[in-house]
């Protein structure tokens, strides 16, 4: 059975980084986008960030372009987030999900995802 799993997430401060982890298992995830999406408190599960299958095409959400940064590793069938200059509204539970997609195409919207990890909470003060 297909897993996913986000780690890194803590307390940091306004300013601070965080680096988070997805690790995945139960199947291989060639030919899968792979992407971030977070929910704040009160508010809907949001994009953050999306990367193809080679890591040769991503795509960020406004709020974060210039802070985070996505990357992946298919190797050790992992996903990062490199989260910079981190602000109090970034404050979420950050989940990461994979959907297929032989072509590479990068997907933005949460409810054409076909897993999901269980999320790690992400809270930055000021």
């Known amino acids: 059975q297909a897993q996913l799993v986000e780690s890194g997430g803590g307390l940091v401060q306004a300013g601070g980084s965080l680096r988070l982890s997805c690790t995945t298992s139960g199947r291989t995830f060639s030919n899968y986008v792979m992407g971030w999406f977070r929910q704040p408190p009160g508010k809907e599960r949001e994009f953050v960030a999306a990367?193809?299958?080679?890591?040769?095409?991503?795509d960020y959400a406004d709020s974060v372009k210039g802070r985070f940064t996505i990357s992946r590793d298919t190797s050790k069938n992992a996903m990062y987030l490199q989260m910079n200059s981190l602000k109090p509204e970034d404050t979420a539970v950050y989940y990461c999900?994979?959907?297929?997609?032989?072509?590479?195409?990068?997907?933005?919207?949460?409810?054409?995802?076909?897993?999901w990890g269980r999320g790690t909470q992400v809270t930055v003060s000021s």
């Open positions: 990367i193809s299958w080679g890591g040769g095409r991503t």
């Open positions: 999900a994979a959907k297929i997609s032989p072509t590479g195409m990068i997907f933005t919207t949460r409810s054409w995802y076909d897993y």
